[in-house]
């Protein structure tokens, strides 16, 4: 059993690589019954500001699992930040032993800081690094990806950088330009349901919106942009071994698809 979050599809790509019909969180997390029970469970998710997303964060610690081995695949481009660390203290606190936490390299889709077009060019050896981490899912390794002091002064300078912002900041990051048709794919794409169409054009709201970005990435017209600059505003990502249709399915809160 995996369960995955994903704005642009390399988490999905992972989860699938991991099981082949992973979960994903997005569709799951306002169900009812949120205990679940198997061998082996595991989570993949992309690493925001070091850490999980917010929805990743509340499914732990609405779920319960019983297993016998409990994992996260953490997926980041460019800092992890003691990420595995984070995210097993988070764990202990939603009272889940986890058995094996890794990170795992990726393309980076956060658009103030990286231009999708170099980002594709680069060879991460994504691959590479899954084959591993699938090998030690099947042997069941106990094992947390070791965290130096300079990742945790990376987080710590993040932190007292995000002190100096409105809390809300993240909330505000993104803005719906003329160049929107009402297609409507960005309100499919959306995991939290924070961006639909009122009057034939995308109107984002925030307040549950996860800044994963999908719809930025997925608008086939570059209609929506950041409200901070872009490293390239005309250059967007989604993995290529995940297509649109996958994406919708994972996130689009409206209707079964
Ligand atoms: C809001 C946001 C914050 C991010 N923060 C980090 C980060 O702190 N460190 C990092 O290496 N990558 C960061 N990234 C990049 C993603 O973690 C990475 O591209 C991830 O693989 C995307 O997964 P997805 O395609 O499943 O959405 C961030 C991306 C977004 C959208």
Redesign the pocket.
Known sequence: MVFYF???????YAAKRLEEHPISIPQVIGKENLAFAADAIGAVA?????EVPPMVKEFLQKATFQTEYFYLIL???????GAAELAHQLCRECGIQAAYINVLL?????LPGFDMEEQKSLDKDVDGQLAKILADVNFRKHWISPVTDRDRAAHQEFLDHMSQMPPDAWQHLLRVTEHCVGCGICEKVCPSGSICLVNGKAVHTPGRCQ???ACVHACPHKAIQLTVPEKNPQARYR?EHISLQEIIRANFQKASV
């Open positions: 994903t704005g642009t599809g390399n988490s999905l992309p690493v925001y500001g070091h997926t980041y481009g460019n800092r992890h930040g990726m393309v980076d889709n956060w800044t994963c970005l993995n």
